[in-house]
């Protein structure tokens, strides 16, 4: 996604901003729960002051409706659309596009929101090329209703980026927008309408191994403990990250030097490449903070690190610093915390 200011209107659909509305695609599990980036793009669409309409897709969206109709923080909601059909429990973004796409030729729609996760990355470049319209990506400010702010350079800078098209077409950073409390909503749920052009689908769903964790989702924790190559090996990341994070019940994040060297998986990858994070409180140990691992977690309410170098640049954006051994300091932080 290009950062540049101005883009070139379209005359796809009459603009008239009596008739704006905001579409939003919301993502549900399995079991019609609402994911957590699907709220916060529902609270970020809430802040451009139209009213907002989601879309549902899969075989568990007609249950995953009704939660969010109760949704508290759902006031905004005006109509829920529902595709409940199997074809989308997967979230193609071959078939879910189309699907939004039958939404989107409503010239009532200005804009369209959909959260930064995987689903929303592979839906939102290809409307952008069926419709003709530049994507505004990772979004983490909303000035006004067309005026947006994304980080660029790996978060080193933020664009504040106009745009003029019909529609703007958005992905929000969900830990920019918190999900906020209020009343719920009294919209009415539809079917979804029909797509007017299937297409042959030319992937194939195999299956999926899923890694079960009793802990908070990285993406979405409020305490995250990361572990990075001054850790050494993966002996020394089990038996010091995973006892703090116990002790906070926090999730653990990591760099991708410490992933690379196999201590942990890649899903725990923070920074560029990997998942952004904002928790309230953000522990790295044995991390130098590179930018782009930086990129992933610059924007944690409070930041703790534990380094031996005291001119390591992590220390630049730490609230507090722990300078010395962390083969001698996180058992003692991990012993104290215990005992509170
Ligand atoms: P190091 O930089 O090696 O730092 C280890 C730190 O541990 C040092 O500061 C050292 O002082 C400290 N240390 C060592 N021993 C001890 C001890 N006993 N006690 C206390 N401290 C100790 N990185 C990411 O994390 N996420 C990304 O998404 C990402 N994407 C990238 C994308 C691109 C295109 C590129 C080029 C790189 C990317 N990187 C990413 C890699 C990044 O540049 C760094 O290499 C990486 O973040 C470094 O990880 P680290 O801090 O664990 O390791």
């Not at 379209?10 to 579409?23: D, Y």
């Not at 959909?114 to 505004?136: C, F």
């Not at 002790?247 to 990997?274: E, K, M, P, W």
Request: with cysteine; glycine share 8%.
């Amino acid at each position: 996604c290009r950062s540049s200011v101005s883009f070139q209107a379209k005359l796809l659909g009459k603009s008239n901003l009596r008739f704006a509305s905001t579409l939003v695609f919301v993502e549900s599990t399995k079991d019609g729960k609402i994911a957590q980036s699907s709220l916060s793009a529902l609270s970020a669409a809430s802040q451009l002051g139209n009213p907002v309409a989601a879309l549902l897709a899969g075989s568990a969206s007609g249950k995953a409706a009704e939660e969010l109709q109760k949704n508290p923080g759902s006031a905004s909601l005006q109509q829920i659309f529902v595709a409940e059909e199997h074809a989308y429990d997967h979230y193609f973004a071959e078939k879910v596009t189309p699907l939004t796409l039958e939404l989107l030729k409503d010239p009532e729609y200005t804009h369209f929101v959909v959260a930064g996760s995987a689903v929303g990355k592979s839906i939102l470049p290809r409307l952008g090329a069926l419709l003709d319209y530049q994507p505004i990506c990772d979004i983490t400010k909303i000035v006004d209703a067309t005026t947006f702010v994304r980080p660029i350079y790996a978060g080193n800078a933020l664009a504040t980026v106009k745009c003029s098209q019909d529609k703007k077409l958005i992905s929000v950073r969900a830990s920019s927008f918190p999900v906020t409390a209020g009343e719920a909503s009294t919209a009415s749920i539809s079917k979804a309408p029909p797509v007017s052009q299937v297409s042959e689908l030319a992937v194939k769903w195999e299956g999926e191994n899923l890694v079960k964790s009793a802990r908070p989702d990285l993406g979405s924790a409020s305490k995250v403990v990361s572990g990075g190559r001054g850790l050494k090996n993966k002996e020394t990341f089990d038996s010091l990250v995973t006892p703090l994070a116990d002790s906070l019940g926090a999730a653990i994040g990591a760099t991708r030097a410490a992933v690379d060297s196999g201590f942990c998986d890649n899903s725990l990858q923070i920074g560029q490449t990997g998942k952004v994070v904002a928790p309230d409180l953000y522990i790295g140990l044995g991390i130098s903070g590179a930018i782009q691992h930086l990129a992933g977690m610059k924007d944690s309410k409070v930041i703790v690190a534990i380094n031996n170098d005291q001119d390591a640049p992590i220390f630049q954006v730490a609230d507090y610093g722990l300078i010395g051994d962390l083969n001698e300091i996180v058992p003692e932080l991990t012993a104290k915390l215990s005992q509170i």
